[in-house]
């Protein structure tokens, strides 16, 4: 049986990305002999329809099922209209133990979508980039983009007043507390790791359409 894994990383040993659409790799696998070919996701960083265009490069590859933590209404449509089978709740494990997992009858399938739209823009532990009034990125009373989930203060480059974009879990006065390193298990930050640089990247794009915007306005277009 072909199947296939959404992954953090080029090869069986790599964790679970737990986000369909915005994964960083897929691992196509032979379940028989355990061969794969890793497959790089062009769609993790579009700015939309990042669900479809993986379901249809998933698709594309004629496999029977897909391993994963979540799949969004987009992706769920496409997969399900090919007939590909939508395996969820694999997350904190390689590659490799979850084809073991699916094998054994450890998760689960669906026949719709788990989360809702856009939650691989979000942390896979549910936090998200948010507006946040303090310090934050743009017009913030502080200091600049901060680090973490969901709605928040951070601390990291510029300094202005008002209100600005702030991301995550800070040790400020007034926000969440951050928990202790040591305290969060190697999956878990491996999550929080690929969760933030999908955030940073989403920064990026929204930094790069201000500025195309701004050069329309200034050449009168």
Known sequence: MNVCVTSTGPDLNSQVDPRFGRCSYFLFIDTETMQYEAVNNDAA???GGAGIQSARLVADRGVEAVITGNFGPNASSVLQAAGVKMI???RGVTVEEAVKGYKNGTYSEVNGPSVESH???NSP???GMGMGSGRGMGQGSGRG???GRGMGTGRGMGQGA???MGMGVTN???GMQTPDANTVPPSRKQDDIASLKE???QLEDMLADIKNKINTVEKGE
């Open 199 to 201: 955030q940073a990247k």
């Open 162 to 164: 008002g209100r600005g």
């Open 119 to 121: 939650f691989g823009m």
């Open 172 to 174: 400020q006065p007034g």
């Open 45 to 47: 960083g579009a700015s």
């Open 125 to 127: 532990s549910g936090g």
């Open 88 to 90: 969820v709740g694999a």
């Open 145 to 147: 983009m901060g680090s």
